[in-house]
Every structure is written in C-alpha cells, then in structure tokens.
C-alpha cells in the first residue's frame, strides 16, 4: 500500500473517531463537519491504493 494512502487511512479513523466524540459530547455541527472530512479521507485513501496498483506495472508514479 502505498505512504499517501496509509496517511489518508489515518486520517479518516482519527476523523471518525473525533466524529463519534462530537456526536457523544452533543456537538452535532462540529461531528458533521468531522464525518464529511472522513468521507473525503477515505475517497483520498481509494484513490492512492488504485492509483498505486495501476502504476506497480510501470515505473515509478511522478507529479
């Protein structure tokens, strides 16, 4: 798996589980916000992994 997408799946369990605890503490605009930064972690996350396995046939992937 690729570094980005490891640091990405990071984010999105530290986003949720700083959702859960908004949600917990009564909080329901800041847990909102915290879901919609896991849901953009994990699509960041899916797209590493794709974009890695694409390009494990080729050379190396540069920006």
């Not at 917990?24 to 890695?52: D, E, F, H, P, Q």
């Amino acid at each position: 798996m690729p570094r980005l997408a490891l640091y990405a799946l990071l984010v999105c369990l530290l986003a949720v589980a700083a959702a859960v605890v908004s949600f917990v503490r009564g909080s329901v605009l800041i847990g909102v916000v915290w879901v919609l930064l896991a849901g953009l972690s994990s699509n960041m996350t899916w797209y590493y992994v794709k974009r890695g396995r694409a390009g494990a046939g080729e050379g190396p992937v540069t920006d």
